[in-house]
């Protein structure tokens, strides 16, 4: 990803060898004249600029040399300038339709082949490609969003005008970490983003959580992914000791700068286990834990009917995910997505799909720490099991008798506002053997359910042990399975409990992931 530092450097070098045509690919048309307004007056050459609201000006003084404000007008113009004075270079800032064989193109191509003649410079700025016939007369270059160094020199600038006349808490370690934050938005939404916290009178170290919400706002229609709210009242977390322990490590490593060792952040965990267990709520516990926002990426959804529409909407989903990094990007039931990539009868359009979902997740640098689930493991790519993809990957289990009652006790809590007797609450643990967390869950809700329409002196224990002795929970309609997938994390997978698993049926599970 270019910074502007290198960016720079290309184009002076570009333009001191007066390459005919340039294309630079970028969203921020101010920052690039920004750049190319320092190039003139390095090289000292004329540099004009076109827009569709001021028509032609010189770059250096401002000045409007051509009143024409169509883009027609101003590549006439450019030309007939190039044809009468050698070494001139024009920047056409809004130019369309550039991206196939279309009269603008084809006039751009004639323009370009009396440049080469005539030591002249065309320059584009544009946010999309370029006809491949025009391209190859020249260069291209992409200036990307300010990256963290970038980030943090315009954050320190925005800043330091006001220290000392309004409260500013921000030292280096919350401008660097502001900075990461910021990291994939333009300079000019940083500096609105900043602006807003000055005008409320304070820079506050709190506000660094505002900031991510602030980032959020900005990104809040983007393709291919689905921004899921969260509340830490809605996920109340229980056990999960292994799983809440390496994540604990984890979570300075995504902020910090660890390029100096070349290493990159935490990329993130595969958690299989058995259906109905927490898996997916991990992905909310760990965003709300982790204070950062969360994006949901269905890959079932992204098959398109067309050749390459597929590959284009993940690459799309994934580009959008590390503009808005940092965040969590969690991949519910992946192997709907990946499975089948090697046999499937699409025209190879899985397994290309799972070529670039394997690239991106091995040799991506963004801040982006993906929270995969998977039920059906035996439809996974073995691929995705290689080390360097995933950082981790854990086993979540089935409750145990001590987990049970503690996810028993959180929903009696949050449905009924109320605890259990201890006799109670042990049939019901009992009872409860083989059940997975929905199915606690479904039981509990049942019981509230029945309590609003009544009224909770009308529940009696009677009832709980009934609606409880209903739940035909998976392990017991579809036990084969069940055991082959707690067979399957036994020998692969690290127990998110922090606790090994149990080697036969039979004998005490092993704690595992409570998230209610």
């Given at each position: ?159 330091s005008p006001y220290r000392g006349a309004v409260p500013i808490e921000w030292a280096e370690p919350e401008i660097s970490e502001a900075a990461t934050i910021l990291a ?55 056990g999960l000791a292994g799983l809440q322990a390496w994540l604990e490590k984890q979570r300075p490593l995504l902020t910090m700068d660890l390029r100096e060792r070349g ?254």
């Amino acid at each position: 990803m270019p910074d502007f530092a290198s960016c720079r450097q290309m184009m002076l070098l570009y333009l001191k060898a007066r390459i005919p045509f340039i294309s630079l690919r970028t969203d921020e048309r101010d920052r690039a004249l920004e750049l190319f307004r320092s190039l003139a007056s390095e090289l000292n050459i004329p540099v004009y600029y076109h827009t569709l609201s001021q028509g032609i000006r010189d770059i250096a003084t401002n000045r409007i040399v051509n009143e024409d404000r169509s883009a027609v007008g101003a590549l006439d113009y450019a030309s007939q300038q190039i044809l009468q004075r050698q070494n001139l270079t024009f920047i056409l800032t809004e130019v369309q339709d550039l991206e196939g064989d279309t009269p603008l193109s084809r006039q751009l191509l004639d323009l370009a082949s009396s440049a080469t003649e005539r030591g002249g410079t065309v320059i584009v700025i544009t946010t999309s490609s370029v006809w491949p016939r025009l391209q190859r007369q020249g260069m291209t270059l992409v200036l990307d969003a300010p990256n963290e160094d970038e980030m943090r020199s315009i954050v320190a600038e925005c800043l330091s005008p006001y220290r000392g006349a309004v409260p500013i808490e921000w030292a280096e370690p919350e401008i660097s970490e502001a900075a990461t934050i910021l990291a994939g938005v333009t300079r000019i939404e940083a500096e609105n983003a900043i602006a807003t916290f000055l005008a409320k009178g304070s820079i506050l170290k709190s506000d660094l959580i505002e900031l991510s919400r602030v980032k959020d706002r900005i990104f809040a229609d983007i393709a291919g992914l689905e921004r899921v709210k969260t509340s830490d009242k809605e996920v109340v977390v229980g056990g999960l000791a292994g799983l809440q322990a390496w994540l604990e490590k984890q979570r300075p490593l995504l902020t910090m700068d660890l390029r100096e060792r070349g290493l990159r952040p935490p990329r993130g965990v595969l958690l299989v286990g058995v259906p109905g267990c927490g898996k997916s709520l991990s992905a909310k516990a760990i965003a709300i834990s982790w204070k950062l926002p969360l994006y949901r990426l269905d890959l079932s959804n992204i098959h398109g009917q067309y050749l390459g529409q597929s590959e284009g909407r993940l690459k799309e989903a994934l580009s959008t995910a590390d503009r808005v990094a940092p965040c969590v990007l969690w991949i519910d039931e992946i192997e709907k997505g990946l499975a089948g990539a090697a046999g499937s009868n699409d025209g190879g359009t899985s397994t290309r799909l799972l070529g670039h979902f394997l690239y991106w997740l091995q040799e991506g640098r963004a801040r982006v720490f993906v929270v995969a689930t998977a039920n059906d493991i035996g439809k996974l790519p073995p691929e995705l099991f290689r080390r360097g993809r995933f950082d981790e990957l854990f086993f979540v289990d089935l409750p145990d008798h001590s987990e049970r009652q503690e996810i028993i006790t959180l929903y009696a809590r949050r449905y009924m506002h109320r605890d259990l007797s201890g006799a109670m609450l042990g049939e019901l643990v009992d009872i409860s053997d083989g059940f997975a967390g929905v199915d606690i869950d479904a039981a509990v809700a049942e019981i509230a359910k029945e309590a609003i329409l009544k009224g909770d002196s009308m529940i009696t224990d009677a009832y709980w042990r009934t609606v409880f002795t209903n739940i035909v929970p998976l392990s017991k309609t579809n036990p084969e399975a069940v055991e082959n997938i707690r067979a399957w994390g036994r020998e692969r997978a690290v127990p998110a409990s922090g606790q090994p698993l149990a080697p036969e049926a039979g004998q005490q599970r092993a704690r595992r992931n409570v998230l209610v």
